[in-house]
């Protein structure tokens, strides 16, 4: 009976704990819409002066003690109508990969899974919790029919940790599901266009591919935004706040004497795109597929000239993530909203997800 449940529960928390900051998003449902109740948004900047402080990174440390701490901070500012949270879990945390399988029945890819995961899981069977979804059909080059299953791994160690500090919190975790689900949700929705979403966080980027309205690939690199922070940074031998404050003023828009913090800048997204067209060149090969469009997400969305710099570079149309072109929210948010939307698009299909 879940589909009821939108009835008896008036909204979810989209919790989205990254690596410098925590998006809480409350999603409620009412009059056949989905709204944005209430949200909050709380950035650490130590990781920008040291390296190693990061709520979370990808040697799968998380942060147990400061990351409850900073939770209940948001929780006491937001005060929110609800305790019932859904959480992301961030691409370098999990393991994802699209599998061709012969098609079968629901039962036996079930018993097919484990076998699978042996293979593509670089972990202990007994270390990570496995999941998969179904994504599509498709006839290969002999005629044969074969299902896209997308297999899902987490380590137990991770999960363990999330239930401890979402209690800590004083909230009950209902679900966890990867980043690249949420975004699918928040993003696309039902949309069929063969998308690429750029996720490019504080300190990881997430590469996802979209098509027919289901993730379908999902990436990963250790290239962000704050690597273009500390590039800045040593290259103009200024303060990393100094450096972050100038990036997301001037962004890629520099002119003069400015352009040399532009020119500090694209090295490294170059790296970003690079790794984007390796994704790339890889789904359009295997099946035979072209991507049409890219949405930006995360907060390096918003650096002035980012998309023309990347539409440039890819020869594909480039546009902002706007999570809130299908949700309500309140009147008072119109001048903002559209730099809330690639902060806050995790955790709103996170929200979405508690009421499906």
């Known amino acids: 009976m879940s589909f009821l449940s939108k009835f008896f529960t008036s909204s979810y928390l989209g919790v989205d704990i990254g690596t410098s900051s925590i998006k809480v998003a409350e999603v409620t449902y009412a009059a056949n819409r989905f709204k944005l ?49 859904i959480a992301s879990i961030p691409a370098f945390a999990s393991f994802v990969t699209l599998l061709d399988l012969p098609v079968m029945s629901n039962e036996e890819t079930l018993q097919a899974m484990p076998f ?24 290969d080059e002999g005629g044969g029919k074969k299902q896209q299953v997308l297999l899902i791994a987490v380590p137990q160690e991770r999960i363990q940790k999330y239930q401890k500090i979402f209690s800590s919190a004083g909230l009950d975790l209902i679900y966890l599901e990867i980043e690249g689900l949420a975004l699918t949700r928040s993003l696309i929705g039902s949309d069929p266009t063969p998308t690429i979403i ?15 309205g289901a993730l379908r690939m999902n990436a990963q690199t250790d290239f962000a935004g704050g690597t273009l922070t500390q590039a800045i940074s040593n290259g103009l031998n200024i303060d990393v706040r100094r450096a972050e404050k100038l990036k ?6 520099g002119v003069g ?14 790296a970003i795109l690079g790794e984007v067209g390796r994704v790339r060149e890889k789904y359009e090969t295997s099946y035979n597929i072209k991507i049409e469009r890219m949405i930006l997400s995360g907060g390096t969305a918003l650096l002035p000239g980012i ?8 020869s594909l149309p480039v546009v902002r993530a706007n999570p809130f072109a299908k949700i ?21 299909g996170l929200g979405i997800r508690g009421l499906l």
């Open 37 to 85: 109740k209430n949200y909050g948004i709380l950035e650490s900047y130590g990781h920008l002066e040291r390296m190693n402080d990061a709520l979370q990174t990808s040697s799968l440390k998380l942060y147990e003690s400061e990351t409850v701490e900073l939770l209940r901070a948001l929780l006491n500012k937001m005060k929110p109508g609800s305790r019932k949270a």
């Open 116 to 139: 699978q995961a042996r293979q593509f899981i670089p972990l202990p069977i007994s270390e990570v919790a496995v999941d998969w979804v179904k994504v599509g059909e498709f006839e």
């Open 198 to 212: 750029l996720d490019i966080g504080s300190r990881s980027t997430n590469i996802l591919i979209s098509d027919q």
């Open 248 to 253: 997301k003023q001037r962004g890629l828009q």
């Open 257 to 270: 004497g400015e352009q040399e913090l532009s020119t500090l800048m694209y090295s490294y997204l170059d």
């Open 307 to 314: 998309n023309d710099y990347i539409k440039k570079q890819t």
């Open 328 to 348: 309500e929210y309140a009147p008072n948010l119109e001048p903002i909203i559209n730099d809330l939307g690639p902060m806050l698009a995790v955790a709103t």
